[in-house]
């Protein structure tokens, strides 16, 4: 499925109303380590296709979205389940150190 692009036009359904949890990368084009994220999240999401969306926050766009999430670094990476933040991770990962977090954070009740 790739990555969505998220909007506070699509953010209630894609997110609030998804069926599955979604980990959201709060990124900028400006932004080196931002840039470095974009394939490892990009391979994660079609991974764990089906089990978790992948979404990515633009914030030089979709500022009023990073406000409402308090993001203050980026990349963020904010997981979701329902209408609950469950695990907020900040700055680069490597992919198995990121996949590693992810799968903490779906254990969280």
């Given amino acids: ?22 980990v959201l990368d709060f990124w900028a084009s400006w932004c080196g380590p931002c840039r470095m994220m974009g394939p490892v999240f990009e391979d994660l999401s079609k ?13 030089e766009t979709e500022q009023e979205l990073s406000n ?20 907020r991770i900040v700055g680069f990962r490597q992919k198995d150190e990121l996949k590693k977090e992810i799968e903490e954070s779906l254990k969280k009740k």
């Fill in 68 to 87: 409402n999430f308090q993001i203050r670094g980026i990349p963020s990476l904010s997981v979701i389940r329902g209408n609950e933040e469950i695990n």
């Fill in 47 to 59: 991974e764990y296709e089906g089990k978790v969306k992948f979404g990515k926050v633009n914030t």
């Fill in 1 to 22: 499925m790739a990555t969505i692009n998220i909007t506070k036009d699509n953010f209630e359904k894609e997110v609030l109303q998804s069926d599955v949890p979604v």
